[in-house]
């Protein structure tokens, strides 16, 4: 298995409340990205990583930022939690000398009440 | 926003049973097809990344084919055993981007 944990891998918390996740590698990958499923959609992609401090946007960014200050870390924030936030968060990792393969996190489950 | 698809959303199948799953994607500026197996309660894994029109890729019971001209994919599970019940999702990408559009999966359940 690929080395990613996340933490914490359950929270409740408040609306308004801020909130970050944490994903945390030992493979060295140089790609991570930021999921979050919720049913009938599918794993939808928040943000990503393509190196130390380089990030861009995915396809439902709006109301959560990312921080890449180091290789092993990348670090979800919803600055101001909503119910609508409420989902489960799962990290990947991928390096492009494997095709591109994700290899996924155990994933957190954010109950924003 | 590339729109992936995956049919049938469900599919119920008796152990023994071959079955198969479609995935589609746009075609044009297509670049890679991921399959993933994601079990209840784990995370997904990967089965297959395809890129080139024509490929097949095998994985013991579990196969997959590509056209990347018509924009599908199909899985297919020769011989359903209990524990291949999963959802299967397949994701797209669409030129080099380094990111991945799933499709909402089709959840197999195989019966003893």
Redesign the interface.
């Known amino acids: 298995d690929a080395g990613i944990t996340q933490s914490p891998r359950h929270k409740v918390t408040e609306t308004g409340t801020p909130v970050t996740l944490r994903c945390h590698q030992t493979e060295n990958h140089r790609?991570m990205y930021w999921?979050r499923q919720d049913p009938?959609?599918?794993?939808?992609?928040i943000h990503?990583s393509?190196g130390v401090k380089d990030t861009d946007k995915?396809?439902v960014s709006d109301g959560y930022s990312v921080s890449r200050s180091k290789t092993e870390d990348f670090l979800l924030t919803l600055e101001s939690a909503t119910s609508s936030q409420t989902s489960v968060y799962?990290c990947a990792i991928?390096e492009r000398g494997e095709?591109?393969?994700?290899?996924?996190?155990?994933?957190t489950r954010l109950l924003v009440l | 926003i590339l729109n992936v698809e995956q049919s049938p959303q469900s599919l119920h199948v008796q152990e023994g049973d071959s079955t198969n799953f479609t995935c589609s994607f746009p075609s044009s500026n297509f670049y890679a097809l991921h399959w993933y197996r994601w079990e209840t309660a784990k995370s997904p894994e990967a089965l297959f990344v395809m890129t080139l029109n024509g490929d097949e890729k095998k994985k013991g019971r579990i196969s997959a084919t590509l056209n990347t001209k018509e924009g599908y994919s199909y899985l297919y599970i020769k011989g359903s055993q209990p524990e291949d019940s999963a959802t299967y999702l397949c994701a797209s990408e669409e030129g080099d981007t380094d990111k991945l559009i799933f499709g909402t999966g089709t959840r197999l359940q195989v019966f003893p």
């Not at chain 1, 009938?40 to 992609?45: D, F, K, M, Q, V």
């Open positions: 790609y999921y009938g959609h599918g794993l939808r992609l990503y393509y995915g396809e799962f991928s095709a591109k393969t994700q290899y996924f996190g155990p994933g």
